[in-house]
């Protein structure tokens, strides 16, 4: 198995790349990787890291998109850049199981819904990041960015892909889902979400617990929150937004509060090294794009070397898991 | 002025309401208040309260719309009820200025939309809460749940309403106005947001920055947010419940993490205090809904006699401040 991953994609680009996938390979056997990108780089890169073995290969491409580049105009138009290489590899050999970027999220989603082919009977596919929740577990939040406009189809599919993603990947036997609204009643939402609630009622695949507000989304009490990509993207990452907000005021608090509060910040540095962690779902790999013959991998733009190794052991996991075989028997039998 | 108050709204009442409205009248002069709801309850707490001044009418209404009515029908078919009566004071009353609801949303807002009559040239209006900002400012965050479905148009009525605002409520010169979307880019965006983003750019009465993420909302880089109402309401939810999330997973970690831990959340409390604070949007009071001849201010469900007391003081703050002949102004004038 081989996993194909964007040496020039995100911030930290090559440099932290190549170290977490040297990390990967290091860490479990198993695979091997491919880095796409300037080739002459990566090699000196990996040398200087004084890798020299077999199981990382090498494949050139001399563009890079960046977040400057029109995401769906760049993927037609840099043909040699590191993602559309990165795609053509995972067209082509089929021993390319799954692509890890930390690149621009417009190019990377725009070149797997251009460039690689759906399962059949997904018309999109869909982002859905594993985020963690208050009772220790966790829920998988599905879609989150890639299809900013979604029809009520599109939905009950994202609803039936993070139910397999829940059950292959999380190991929950009967996920539960819940639609993300504006309000628990059965007929709160927008006109989207009032069509699409019936629709996930009547599904006998889906083991729906009706609608609910993103206040509880970390709650712990779902395993799969269904939503178009507009509404995803904005939970996610208003989430994230106050997470960062807290930290920030506590940190500022603390460096105001005199010797009492850095003595006290010491005593709870464990504690708070936790809370970090375990609010930190970008530690536990990137964000997966579900619904494609090859699975997607999206990492954190800011992403370093372990959170790049955790996105490859991820990706290896995800095509180990059986996920992509679920979701294909699942569009085959029609509704279960 | 009269600040009219729903004593049968909200998870506390009508204790809890009562006795922040008695704490209101207390606090400030030049204002009274009109409880409205079961008289003789009421008056008897009135009375246990040892509350005997003039500055607090009782108005009867002896029924009560809950969380499990549907808004509009309730509205329609409840005309007993203390939102329906609360209304009608509104509209008969030109000494009544603001209404103060801790009830059911939907019905506040149904009501609002239903029965009172708007600015003209405004066709929703918005509900805008303030959330603190990690720089120590505040933001209005509009719409956040009045509309789930907007035109743009709507949004672009949002956009003058918040700006005024943020100009005539939290002091602000020039408002800085930002666009929820999912990407920072001008293109981002689903549909909805595309249309808009034009409106913004070429309407010279908006401050516009551009498209923002949701994570940004709280940076204290903007004034305004502007969204549509689904969109804003799972972006405020979202950062409650991850706020909240926050603080149950430290609470575990310190509750687990020993003597040591113990002794560090003891040195640390005065700062957690202010953290819990600055991010408890509900104890500078209510969510405000703009563009109405009247104001009306939604507290949170859950709130107690501080919320109460906090929203009845800010509704008195609001309908001094000038805001409402200031959108007039605005909508009057055309553009600016």
Chains 1, 2 share one sequence.
């Not at 009547?202 to 206040?215: C, M, Q, S, V, Y």
């Not at 006290?264 to 708070?272: A, D, Q, T």
């Amino acid at each position: 198995m081989k996993i194909v991953v964007d040496a020039f994609g995100g911030d930290n680009a090559p440099g932290e790349i190549i170290k977490g996938a040297v990390s990967a390979v290091t860490e479990e056997d198993g695979f091997s990787v491919v880095l796409v990108g300037k080739e002459d780089v990566i090699k000196k890169e990996l040398s200087a890291l004084g890798y020299d073995g077999k199981r990382i290969e090498v494949f050139d491409a001399p563009d890079v998109i960046t977040n400057d580049d029109s995401p769906a105009e760049a993927i037609r138009t840099m043909r040699q850049s590191s993602i559309v290489k990165a795609y053509g590899i995972l067209n082509k050999d089929p021993e390319a199981a799954a692509f890890v970027s930390a690149g621009s999220t417009g190019a990377v989603l725009a070149g797997a819904v251009l460039l690689v082919k759906r399962i059949k009977g997904i018309n999109r596919p869909g982002l859905c990041p594993v985020l963690p929740t208050v009772k220790g577990g966790s829920v998988a939040l599905i879609d989150c960015g890639a299809n900013p406009d979604c029809k009520p189809e599109n939905i009950l599919q994202f609803a039936k892909m993070g139910s397999a993603y829940a059950k292959y990947v999380l190991g929950v036997k009967k996920p539960r889902v819940a639609l993300l609204s504006n309000g628990t009643e059965d007929k709160k939402g927008n006109e989207l979400n009032k069509a699409v609630f019936p629709m996930f009622k009547e599904n006998p695949g889906i083991n729906f617990l009706g609608n609910i507000e993103a206040r509880d989304i970390l709650s712990g009490d779902y395993d799969v929150v269904v939503s178009d990509g507009f509404s995803g993207n904005i939970a996610l990452k208003a989430s994230e937004g106050t997470a960062l907000a807290f930290l920030s005021i506590l940190k500022d608090g603390i460096m105001s509060g005199g010797l009492r509060a850095k003595l006290g910040y010491l005593m709870l540095k464990p504690v708070f090294k936790n809370v970090k962690k375990a609010m930190d779902y970008n530690d536990k790999g990137g964000a997966v794009l579900v619904g494609l013959e090859k699975l997607v991998v999206k990492s954190h733009g800011s992403s370093k070397a372990k959170s790049i190794k955790a996105s490859v052991l991820q990706a290896k996991a995800l095509a180990e898991s059986g996920l992509t075989d679920e979701i294909k028997r699942v569009f085959e039998s029609g509704n279960d």
